[in-house]
């Protein structure tokens, strides 16, 4: 008789969860991220706008938005227990309900740093607290599927043209449209699955920092060239403007994300995410060649930021661990955002050295995790845990 491998029994399944379940976590990963994506990122910076102001309060809003993030992060990983993480991600969503709901009616600068707070904390609690629910709500056999589903759907949805090209007060509406989803899809979560703790080299002390690093050096590129794309006029035209061009982007997307759900149940997020690598600083590299080179390069950037984004969920919710979403998100998605916008304000295209320095980085962690991952006095992961 042959005995299952190693591998076979960390992609064996620890339940099966309901098609409700898979649904309602796929849709509640969807609405976080059609909040963030298309509110916070969007409407309520094109809402600021009209104060006026230039860019005078773009850096400290941004900074008032980012440690509350941090905040809102740490404080729902300290505060989050099982049994109440429900209703803890559903006052998330509450408090970033209201932040879009108040940025609709904001005419003044302290108004907005408020909106500013409520959009970081509440965007930081739901992610957190998500993170903390969806192993035992979907198991670690489909985990990938619906993230990979719910991320791809999202990026889709914000591309389409009327959303993408939407007023400040139809993405304020949208946010608050998608705060509220992801109340009601939070609320049919059945947590019927065991608690599992993953473990493996990927989830020691070393291990966490190799993946904080390797997410940071992602968010931080792909922040500064979004940045550059929306803030230079020829650059935007070409690769994210006109009904076509958003639709293939849109489309893109999708199928990126469903392919990182596949690549994700199959354990091979180094795979996934290296690709992403790749793809990103090729795109990036094809912004300096010319026009004939920018719908390729849209398409690659689209894919890059949808296969990444998944794994940046995927890594977290796997562990189990509340904290270690609010540690990953805290310097890889806050501070990796803050850091890439700040670059980028001052220029118009995507410095060769910031490829250089991010592929050398990603480059420098994956070797790392090898070499790591064949030290003997490394555990075996428990519980169907691990990547």
């Known amino acids: 008789m042959n005995l299952p491998t190693n591998r076979e029994k960390v992609l064996q399944e620890e339940f099966y969860p309901s098609e409700r379940s898979q649904v309602a976590a796929t849709v509640t990963i969807a609405a976080t991220y059609v909040y963030f994506l298309i509110f916070a990122q969007f409407g309520f910076l094109k809402a600021l706008e009209s104060l006026g102001t230039d860019s005078t309060l773009l850096r400290p809003v ?7 993030g941090i905040g809102g992060g740490v404080f729902m990983a300290r505060w989050f227990h099982e049994n109440h993480g429900r209703g803890q991600v559903m006052s998330g969503f509450v408090v970033a309900a ?8 904001a005419r003044t600068p302290a108004v907005f740093f408020l909106c500013a707070a409520l959009t970081g904390a509440g965007t930081g609690m739901v992610t957190v607290g998500l993170c903390g629910l969806l192993r035992r709500e979907i198991g670690g056999g489909r985990l990938g599927r619906c993230i990979g589903i719910g991320t791809g759907l999202a990026y889709a949805f914000c591309n ?15 946010g608050i449209v998608a705060a509220c989803t992801g109340m009601i899809a939070v609320q049919m979560f059945e947590q019927r699955g065991p608690r599992q703790l993953a473990g493996g080299y990927d989830y020691s002390p070393r291990g966490k920092t190799v993946w904080t690093l390797i997410f940071l050096a992602l968010v931080g590129l792909d922040s500064a060239a979004f940045y550059i794309i929306q803030h230079s006029p020829e650059l935007k035209l070409a690769t994210w403007a006109g009904g076509p061009q958003l639709f293939l982007n849109a489309g893109v997307h999708l199928a ?20 992403a690598a790749v793809l990103l600083i090729a795109a990036c590299a094809l912004l300096e060649q010319g026009a004939g080179r920018y719908s390729l390069a849209a398409g690659l950037y689209a894919a890059a930021v ?3 984004s998944a794994a940046l969920v995927f890594y977290p919710a796997r562990s189990g661990r509340p904290g270690l979403a609010a540690l ?16 980028a304000q001052e220029l ?11 592929g050398v980085l990603i480059a ?9 991952q064949h030290r003997p006095d490394i555990p075996i992961q428990k519980n169907g845990g691990g990547l």
């Open 306 to 308: 949808s296969i990444y």
């Open 348 to 358: 118009h295209r995507v410095p060769f050295r910031l490829l250089a320095a991010s």
């Open 62 to 68: 941004l900074a008032v938005m980012g440690v509350a």
């Open 328 to 343: 990953v998100y805290a310097v890889a998605g806050w501070t990796g955002s803050a850091l890439g916008i700040g670059l």
């Open 160 to 174: 389409l043209p009327p959303v993408f090209s939407g007023a400040a007060h139809t993405q304020a509406m949208l």
């Open 364 to 372: 420098a962690m994956f070797i790392i995790r090898h070499l790591g």
């Open 98 to 105: 209201a932040a879009a709901g108040l940025t609709w009616a």
């Open 256 to 275: 990126a994300g469903l392919m990182a759900g596949l690549l994700l149940d199959r354990r091979w997020i180094a795979g996934a995410v290296g690709g």
